[in-house]
């Protein structure tokens, strides 16, 4: 299985205003501090502004996603989601007036954004500091030598102003842009890295699996018997499913056929519909195991009557980070806002949405840091809003257990992060613990079972669950999540894990060992990686058959599936732990539990649920 760890950096984020007072704080590893920086330099200063609403919006997706609503399933057009959420007069009159007179900085040198969420300042250093009350220094990179500008020690706002923006650019951010002098254009750069999960076994014969029980090999027709899941779909092009690869991560046709020639004979010559982000080419080189594993599972299960597309997103541009530029892509008020309309994006809510989008890859930790929580704060909303659309978002909920990744990081009592599984606090990962994303954990068949059993928690790897610390725990999942803590969850000591944040895996779905073929070769791989793409493919069922009645796709699942209404429509999973940070993780118990979430689907009882519904 293959993850993305997308690294968050000055030139896609900014600071939470509230958080970062001027203090001694470290500098991101490889970082040093190299001068300060000039006055008279050039600083374009961005504010982003606190959105209309955003408190509102759990409510505003629980009156078209609760059950019980009677405006269930009633969507919401994108104008309708960009005039709710604009900032308001008040708040972008608060920011220029403290802007202009306070600060000194001329009328026409303060730009409001098209989608009027951002406030733009041309100001130079000496301004800014002045504004800010920071320090602006130049830092150097030991690894290329490159340098950026920011205020490592933090900065102020007046409190009258700070409750009208989320954060401001760039300041505690490294990675962003390059100090210019005036009237001269700025550049920037950033990194990402990827990591693998779950073991992959190379397969000599795969005629001989044919022999073997779904306990060691597990193929299409596993699935099928595991979830009952015996679906074809009727209605066409109006429905739509779809799985994001990003980076490097490509497909070879052939070993799609080759998939496709041993388990789908019907899906022979058929390849997803290519929806390309930022000119990402599945074609290119790169790795072939992560999209071979999400577009085999995804199309092998729903056949050919059901179309799936693409989302392909690569950089073109240093600066771009591709969880910005999949959310811009679809929204095209997101690629105004602060830290991502200075990445260079072009590709901006001109691409079509589906109702299902499938990620298998994680984008940063959740933990509570200034660089951090203003970002993944902004996407979470992002999604969110996105949701009021009717699509729904689900992802792996990770590798790594209860640490983050699978290079096992936790968070030491000093607030810094360690790879290695050391002793220290639970980490999740996001975007799985986003409230507005279902987040799908992993299961197997235990040795010598069948798919008339249920499955247990996966051994060959932890995984991932948690509890958020960016995001309080919903309403929607509060009662399942408290019998859990309150009569089956380890002793752990209070440091160890946010008890009050929202709480995942919702879901799981068998992460190995899945039968793929990749590079003209047959393997056992998983994964929740692949847990996400199977789990897509049973919602994108659901929708086909709602939509075949005339009903709107489903959007946000979470509430339905949390609600009385879907009690029966899981496979419990009872059995197994996800080990990290030196502890046993979570135990599996009776209903909700941060292992395999509410259990595994049991379609009929599933998509019954569903269809019951307006």
Same mark, same amino acid.
């Given at each position: 299985m293959a993850f993305f760890q997308l690294f968050l950096s000055v030139l896609v984020a900014a600071a939470a205003v509230t958080g970062v007072p001027p203090s001694r704080r470290a500098m991101p590893s490889g970082w040093s501090l190299h001068r300060r920086a000039e006055p008279d330099t050039l600083l374009p200063l961005k504010f982003s502004l606190a959105q209309s609403n955003v408190h509102n919006l759990e409510a505003f997706l629980l009156d078209i996603a609760d059950p019980r609503s009677p405006k269930y399933g009633k969507h919401w057009s994108p104008a309708q989601v960009a005039?709710?959420? %604009?900032?308001?007069?008040? @708040?972008?009159?608060?920011?220029?007036?403290? +802007?202009?007179?306070?600060?000194?900085?001329?009328?026409? *040198?303060?730009? $409001?954004?098209? *989608?009027?969420?951002? /406030? &733009?300042? *041309?100001? @130079?250093?000496?301004?800014?500091? %002045? $504004?800010?009350?920071?320090?602006?220094?130049?830092?150097? =990179?030991?690894?290329? !030598?490159?340098? #950026?500008?920011?205020?490592?020690?933090?900065?102020?706002?007046?409190? =009258?102003? +700070?409750?009208?923006?989320?954060?401001?650019?760039?300041?505690?951010?490294?990675? !962003?842009?390059? $100090?210019?002098? %005036?009237?001269?254009?700025?550049?920037?750069?950033? %990194?990402?890295?990827?990591? #693998? !999960?779950?073991?992959?076994?190379?397969?000599?014969?795969? #005629?001989?699996? &044919?022999?073997? !029980?779904?306990?060691? +090999?597990? @193929? /299409?027709?596993? /699935?099928?018997?595991?979830? *009952?899941?015996?679906?074809t779909p009727v209605s066409g092009d109006q429905n739509s499913v779809a799985v994001a690869e990003f980076g490097a991560n490509v497909y070879r046709p052939a070993d799609l056929d080759m998939f496709f020639q041993m388990y789908r004979p019907d899906q022979l010559g058929h390849i997803p519909t290519l929806i390309s982000v930022e000119g990402g080419n599945p074609n290119s080189s790169g790795d072939l195991g992560e999209s071979s594993l999400d577009i085999e599972l995804v199309m092998g299960l729903l056949g050919p009557q059901q179309n799936l597309s693409l989302y392909e997103v690569s950089q073109t541009r240093s600066t771009q980070v591709s969880t910005d530029e999949l959310l811009a892509a679809l929204d095209a008020s997101y690629c105004e806002a602060s830290g991502v309309s200075n990445q260079g994006i072009t590709d901006c809510g001109n691409k079509p949405s589906t109702n299902v989008i499938s990620i298998s890859y994680h984008f940063n930790p959740d933990i509570v840091d200034p660089a951090i929580s203003p970002v993944v704060q902004r996407q979470c909303t992002e999604m969110g809003k996105l949701s009021l659309t009717g699509i729904t978002f689900i992802a792996s909920s990770g590798d790594g257990g209860v640490a983050y990744s699978q290079s096992h990081e936790c968070l030491l009592s000093n607030g810094t992060l360690r790879a290695g599984n050391p002793v220290g606090s639970f980490v999740g990962q996001l975007p799985a613990s986003c409230p507005f994303v279902t987040a799908v954990g992993a299961t197997s068949v235990a040795p010598g079972n069948s798919v008339n059993d249920t499955e247990v928690a996966t051994t060959d790897f932890p995984s991932g669950a948690g509890f958020s610390n960016n995001f309080p725990r919903p309403a929607w999942q509060d009662a399942q999540v408290t019998n859990y803590l309150e009569n089956f969850a380890p002793d752990y000591d209070a440091s160890i894990f946010n008890r009050s944040g929202r709480a995942y895996p919702d879901v799981a779905a068998n992460g190995w060992p899945l039968i793929i073929a990749e590079n003209g070769n047959f393997v056992r791989s998983g994964g929740t990686s692949a847990s996400a793409p199977i789990f897509a493919a049973v919602i994108a069922a659901v929708n086909d058959a709602r939509i075949a009645q005339g009903k709107s796709p489903v959007g946000f699942i979470n509430p339905a599936l949390y609600s009385a209404s879907f009690a029966d429509a899981f496979n419990d999973v009872m059995i197994g732990t996800n080990p990290g940070c030196q502890t046993e993780g979570f135990v599996a118990a009776p209903g909700w539990d941060p292992v395999g979430g509410l259990g595994t689907p049991n379609f009929p009882k599933l998509l019954a649920a569903f269809l019951a519904l307006p």
């Open positions: 005039q709710t959420f %604009r900032p308001s007069e008040e @708040t972008v009159d608060t920011v220029r007036s403290w +802007a202009m007179n306070d600060g000194g900085i001329p009328v026409h *040198n303060i730009k $409001l954004s098209g *989608n009027g969420d951002v /406030l &733009a300042l *041309n100001v @130079t250093v000496a301004q800014a500091e %002045r $504004l800010l009350g920071a320090e602006y220094h130049v830092y150097s =990179h030991s690894a290329d !030598g490159s340098e #950026t500008v920011g205020c490592h020690e933090g900065y102020t706002l007046p409190e =009258h102003v +700070a409750k009208h923006v989320d954060f401001v650019w760039p300041t505690i951010h490294f990675d !962003g842009p390059s $100090l210019s002098r %005036r009237d001269t254009p700025l550049s920037g750069n950033s %990194r990402f890295g990827r990591v #693998t !999960g779950a073991p992959k076994i190379p397969v000599e014969d795969v #005629t001989a699996l &044919a022999a073997e !029980g779904c306990d060691t +090999a597990v @193929t /299409l027709d596993c /699935l099928r018997g595991l979830y *009952n899941f015996d679906f």
